[in-house]
């Protein structure tokens, strides 16, 4: 019992740092896309993310059992799909509202929970939805329709949402690396097999290889390690309120390394996103002892 606050604080810090490291690749990645299309840039960033850890532990699938194999390709798939969503979405909005509206997942996480596991849902978390949608409205609604690179962003991050709750209920700590290896070659198979038929479309300059490899190997790799072994340590719920600072990081660097500018319309569907983020972390917390539903192991694969 003693040692697990512990764990619980270094679990919050990584995923705070891995927050940090992802809400800087927003202003990278739509720089990028500019000259490398999208899945091409996906394919290329998890191989070589997925290829560097094979190098690093070579053994790591290997170890894995057959049941932590079949949860990885799923898990695998989910984080794909919802890569290549929101990176798509991303060229055709701005970084910031792209955080922003990624950021949702905080709560569409509690909301899937109740779905999937039954988890009850609290006035609280119904007061966040309400204030979240307001939001996203805020941010993105051109008069009575959302735009595509928004719509698109949003399924992304329900997507997210469902790696999120899934990740709880199965991730162990002891088999973080291998579950984590496996779910990059299973992205970067995805999306390989997705551009395969035009060719692949590699990045020409040093300067965007090396965002490439910054991108595929500390918000790739290193990221993903960070949060399959964090989310072994917290809650499902307590994961996402962590991860929901994500689009403040993007916002922050956007506008200050971006050059987009600041307005009113930004400033406030984001400040009602991250309120609602802070209503799910003020709401009542469970009385019973144990694990958050999340982390119920008996998820069918």
Do not use: N
Request: hydrophobic share 60%; aromatic share 6%.
């Amino acid at each position: 019992m003693s040692d697990r606050p512990s764990r619980a604080t270094l679990a919050t810090l990584a995923l705070l740092a891995m927050t940090m490291v992802w809400g800087s690749t927003f202003i990278l990645i739509k720089d990028l896309l500019e000259r490398v299309p999208t899945l091409d840039f996906l394919a290329v960033r998890f191989l070589v993310a997925g290829a560097v850890m094979l190098v690093v532990a070579p053994r790591a699938i290997g170890r894995l059992s057959p049941e932590a194999r079949r949860r990885g390709l799923v898990l695998g798939g989910l984080y794909g799909l919802a890569q290549i969503l929101q990176t798509a979405g991303l060229a055709h909005t701005a970084a910031s509202v792209s955080g922003f509206v990624t950021g949702l997942y905080v709560v569409a996480t509690p909301l899937l929970a109740a779905v999937l596991l039954r988890t009850r849902l609290t006035a609280w978390t119904w007061g966040a939805v309400v204030l979240a949608t307001t939001g996203l409205a805020v941010l993105t609604l051109d008069g009575l329709s959302i735009g595509y690179g928004e719509a698109i962003t949003l399924v992304a991050a329900i997507l997210y949402a469902l790696h999120i709750v899934a990740l709880g209920a199965w991730a162990d700590a002891d088999e973080a690396l291998g579950l984590s290896i496996l779910q990059l070659l299973v992205i970067a198979t995805i999306c390989l097999v997705a551009t395969a038929p035009d060719g692949v479309v590699l990045p020409a300059s040093a300067g965007d290889w090396l965002s490439v490899v910054y991108m595929a190997v500390v918000a790739g790799a290193a990221a993903l390690i960070a949060q399959t072994w964090a989310q072994a340590h917290l809650a499902p719920t307590r994961a996402a309120i962590v991860m929901s600072m994500e689009p403040v990081f993007a916002a922050t660097f956007a506008v200050g390394l971006g050059g987009e500018s600041l307005t009113w319309r930004l400033l406030g569907g984001g400040a009602l996103v991250v309120a609602a983020m802070l209503v799910v972390e003020a709401g009542p917390r469970r009385t019973t002892q144990g694990p958050d539903p999340g982390d119920v192991q008996h998820l069918a694969v």
